[in-house]
């Protein structure tokens, strides 16, 4: 069972960035193609990026579209979420997820069914 674990959220001002990363414990993370999601309180989960194994492809929800960069590094087993001009409503908590996929160019998705593995999340305020 491959457990996923998420750092980098935290308290930041309006207009402020934060860069999240996460990697698998106790196994290779290179066959994967990833996804960051959030919760916000009293909200459902929502797709926030993805990429593919390969890392050629990528999505990226309306809302972050030019603000958010997810990207991939095989090599360091990580995934990483940058995320610039917070906006107070990205505050919620952030999970990573990942999905043991043979389709190499392709996100796995952008919904809560097209993954199978999940980190515990971590949180990240943004104050107005």
């Known amino acids: 069972q491959v457990q996923l674990v998420e750092s980098g959220g935290g308290l930041v001002q309006a207009g402020g960035s934060l860069r999240l990363s996460c990697a698998p414990s106790?196994?290779?993370?290179?066959?994967?193609?990833m996804g960051w999601f959030r919760q916000a309180p009293g909200k459902e989960r929502e797709v926030v990026a993805a990429?593919?194994?390969?890392?050629?492809?990528?999505y990226y929800a309306d809302s972050v579209k030019g603000r958010f960069t997810i990207s991939k590094n095989n090599a360091k087993n990580t995934v990483y979420l940058q995320m610039n001009s917070l906006k107070p409503e990205d505050t919620a908590v952030y999970y990573c997820?990942?999905?043991?996929?043979?389709?190499?160019?392709?996100?796995?998705?952008?919904?809560?069914?097209?993954?199978?593995?999940w980190g515990q999340g971590t949180q990240v305020t943004v104050s107005s």
């Open positions: 106790g196994r290779t993370f290179s066959s994967y193609a």
């Open positions: 990429i593919s194994w390969t890392g050629g492809s990528t």
């Open positions: 997820a990942g999905k043991d996929t043979p389709r190499r160019s392709v996100v796995a998705g952008t919904s809560f069914a097209d993954y199978d593995y």
